[in-house]
């Protein structure tokens, strides 16, 4: 069976501190995408990132960068010098091939200080 | 152009009662889905239309909850005789060919329903 774990439910740091967010999956398939998702105050979740299993290539994009290993079943994601705009509740995704529906984590809070 | 939209945004209800929300995705999105945010959880899938094939219903908590999607575009997601387990941030999202897990979907900004 799928399932996505998102250990932190709650994380507070200071604005400009760096901040990562753990995702542990599990799955049987060999075929596979993960997803992060981000929950601002709105309400709207706001795509961030999709990778599949076959690409474990960490990515970048602005502060936010991604670490994928398959070895020991996490997709990590790191807020690099946090501003207070990044608050928000972040959620994991995994999705098996072939299945048409996302299984989420149950999100972290992250809240950025000022 | 225009996203996922929905609504109301917010709906309050009394038990007992139906209600209908509506969810409209993005143009030229052939799959539609509808996932359900309880306080404090994570998302709970609950229905996934893709084209004119028969939906996937196996997310559906139970026989009050019903959708239907008419002309491939709009959905309605019905929940008969309201409980207050209900209560939930009702989400809809679309993709552009559907199944999951090679297509990004886009979410609405969901119905707030309350239940008293």
């Known amino acids: 069976a799928q399932k996505v774990t998102q250990a932190q439910t709650e994380i507070s740091v200071v604005e400009k501190e760096d901040v990562t967010l753990d995702c542990v999956y599990e799955t049987r398939d060999t075929t596979y995408y993960l997803f992060w998702y981000k929950q601002p105050p709105s309400g709207e979740l706001v795509f961030l990132i999709r990778?599949?299993?076959?690409?474990?290539q960490n990515e970048i994009s602005g502060r936010y960068s991604w670490n994928f290993q398959k070895s020991t079943s996490s997709f990590n994601f790191t807020i690099t010098a946090s501003q207070v705009v990044d608050s928000a509740v972040y959620f994991c995704a995994l999705s098996e091939e072939g299945d048409d529906k996302i299984i989420f984590g149950k999100g972290t809070r992250l809240h950025i200080l000022p | 152009g225009a996203g996922v939209s929905q609504s109301p945004s917010n709906k309050v209800t009394e038990k007992g009662k139906d209600v209908e929300l509506r969810c409209d995705p993005i143009?030229?999105?052939?799959?539609l889905y509808w996932y359900r945010q309880s306080l404090g959880q994570g998302l709970e899938f609950l229905i996934y239309f893709q084209g004119n094939s028969a939906p996937d219903k196996s997310g559906l908590p139970s026989d009050r909850f019903s959708a239907e999607r008419t002309g491939g575009s709009v959905s309605t997601l019905t929940i008969q005789r309201t409980q207050q387990e209900d209560s939930a941030v009702y989400l809809c999202?679309?993709?552009?060919?559907?199944?999951?897990?090679?297509?990004?979907?886009?979410f609405g900004p969901g119905t707030r329903l309350t239940v008293l």
């Open positions: 143009s030229g999105h052939t799959a």
């Open positions: 990778r599949n299993s076959f690409d474990e």
């Open positions: 999202a679309s993709s552009l060919v559907g199944t999951g897990s090679t297509d990004t979907q886009y």
